[in-house]
Nanobody, 121 residues
Framework: QVQLVESGGGLVQAGGSLRLSCAAS????????MGWFRQAPGKEREFVAS????????YYASSVKDRFTISKDNANNTVYLEMSSLKHEDTAVYYC??????????????WGKGTLVTVSS
């Protein structure tokens, strides 16, 4: 069982930066693939980024590639999403997730409750 708690969301101006954090419980954190997904108002949840067990391989949605960076700190059971050059269309609730399958938009077994990111234009 893995419990995930996101933090770091808030209001930011377009062009600005924000870092999201996801604290995970459980002693097997290092064996999980971690990912970030987001859901904008009126839209379906979509994949943002994922990182494999050891942190050496990352995947990004084309809409965030070169602007967002996912990283994983196994020692502190935390995964991060560094977001820069934010756009109004990045406004969404961002969810942290954990699973066993690596790759872009992988199926996830555990989900956090989300943190809201609002980008003002």
């Amino acid at each position: 069982q893995v419990q995930l708690v996101e933090s770091g969301g808030g209001l930011v101006q377009a062009g600005g930066s924000l870092r999201l954090s996801c604290a995970a419980s459980g002693r097997t954190f290092s064996s999980y693939v971690m990912g970030w997904f987001r859901q904008a108002p009126g839209k379906e949840r979509e994949f943002v980024a994922s990182i494999n067990w050891g942190g050496g391989r990352t995947y990004y949605a084309s809409s965030v590639k070169d602007r967002f960076t996912i990283s994983k700190d196994n020692a502190n059971n935390t995964v991060y999403l560094e977001m820069s050059s934010l756009k109004h269309e990045d406004t969404a609730v961002y969810y942290c997730a954990a699973g066993r399958v690596a790759g872009p938009s992988p199926p996830m077994d555990y989900w956090g409750k989300g943190t809201l990111v609002t980008v003002s234009s």
